[in-house]
């Protein structure tokens, strides 16, 4: 690619505009290469441990707390929203159900969720295991964060968005606009005191419909790549066509 930038410049005429377009050329060039980085970037898993999910019993929460939103986005392609949650210093307590456990609303304005995720860091109180540790949703869907049979901390993902069709799992039906997130234990090791605590972390609820900020495709980004690399070559094309100066 250098050698190609090479001969475009030799046609290029007199010096001040060889290196305006050399200029040009350069910022096309980077902007391209931040975009491809950006690309590959966002197809890394986030890593750590790997837990699953499991159908619930269907009795939802109640007596929830405001879920805290930290970002909306919505794909005009798949025609859906992803709402990111903030869950940091939520407690886990006792087994589903009980009235001590801590139990988040996440609003979703009447609409199916088709996906979950999570990345988060989990502790253990005392003795308590972190593959105590669970996350209700509305009680017909249940998120086994941790997986270790033992005491201590991990950092804990979903490794992106699981969609629920792919396990044979039905979409969640929202009903009342808002979806209840119990956190307990399964076990529950130490009854009626705090077993874990998520330090910090976010869920991630995908659900269908909905209005949010557009987001950029993988496949628009390629494009606009390859639109910068073309007007790149476009620029260089047209300096070697240009007649050199006396």
């Known amino acids: 690619m250098d050698h190609l930038f090479r001969a475009f410049s030799l046609g290029s005429g007199g010096h001040e505009d060889g290196g305006i377009m050399r ?43 405001q879920a805290r939103v930290v970002s909306s986005s919505y794909d005009a392609t798949r025609g859906s929203t992803t709402l990111v949650v903030d869950i ?35 502790m253990s109180v005392g003795t308590s295991w972190l593959s105590g540790s669970a996350i209700s949703f509305q009680g017909d869907l249940i998120a086994h964060i941790g997986v270790d049979n033992f005491p201590g901390s991990c ?41 874990a605590i998520y330090t910090s972390g976010t869920i991630s609820i995908v659900y269908e419909g909905g209005a949010g900020v557009p987001t950029v495709s993988r496949r628009g980004l390629i494009v606009l790549a390859l639109l910068l690399l073309l007007g790149v ?9 240009r007649p050199l100066a006396p």
Do not use: Y
């Not at 980077?30 to 019993?57: E, F, M, N, R, Y």
């Not at 070559?233 to 066509?241: D, H, I, T």
């Open 23 to 65: 200029s040009m050329k350069g910022t096309l060039i980077a902007g391209a290469c931040l975009v491809l980085a950006g690309i590959s970037g966002g197809q890394k898993g986030a890593g750590g441990a790997t837990a699953g999910l499991s159908v619930g019993p269907g009795t939802p929460a109640s007596g929830g707390v």
């Open 88 to 122: 940091s210093g939520t407690e886990s307590w006792d087994g589903l159900g009980d009235s001590s456990n801590t139990v988040l609303d996440v609003p979703i304005p009447g609409h199916e969720v088709s996906g979950i995720g999570w990345d988060v860091t989990l």
């Open 155 to 195: 950092a804990c993902s979903s490794e992106g968005i699981i969609v629920l069709n792919d396990l044979g799992i039905p979409n969640l039906t929202i009903t009342d606009g808002s979806l209840p997130l119990e956190f307990f234990q399964d076990p529950d090791d130490t009854p009626d005191t705090v077993d």
């Open 233 to 241: 070559l476009l620029m260089g094309l047209k300096s070697r066509s």
